[in-house]
């Protein structure tokens, strides 16, 4: 444990930013996971809906740190790819 009242504040804020990046993760994967199954309906109007919010919260993961740039875009990119190959159809 920590013994200075710096090393002490640091820990109650390690611990704040934590709980706060979980939250945000865990937005972030249920978003995902929502388009993705409107994905797996053949649902182009509902994903084509979903797709802008989806890409807002991947980018903004990706600049909080919760996920890397190049992951990020590679989320984005298989997700619009699906969408294409879905409209297309």
């Given at each position: 444990m920590a013994n200075t009242?710096?090393?002490l504040k640091?820990?109650?804020q390690i611990e704040?930013?934590?709980e706060v990046n979980r939250m945000r993760k865990s937005r972030l994967r249920h978003q995902i996971r929502?388009?993705?199954r409107v994905l797996e309906k053949k649902d182009v109007g509902?994903?084509?809906a979903l797709l802008p919010q989806t890409f807002r919260l991947i980018d903004r993961a990706a600049k909080w740190g919760?996920?890397?740039r190049n992951t990020a875009a590679r989320y984005k990119s298989r997700l619009h790819?699906?969408?294409k190959a879905l409209?297309?159809?």
């Open positions: 009242y710096s090393a640091r820990a109650r704040r930013r934590t929502a388009l993705r509902a994903a084509q919760i996920i890397k790819r699906r969408l409209a297309a159809a």
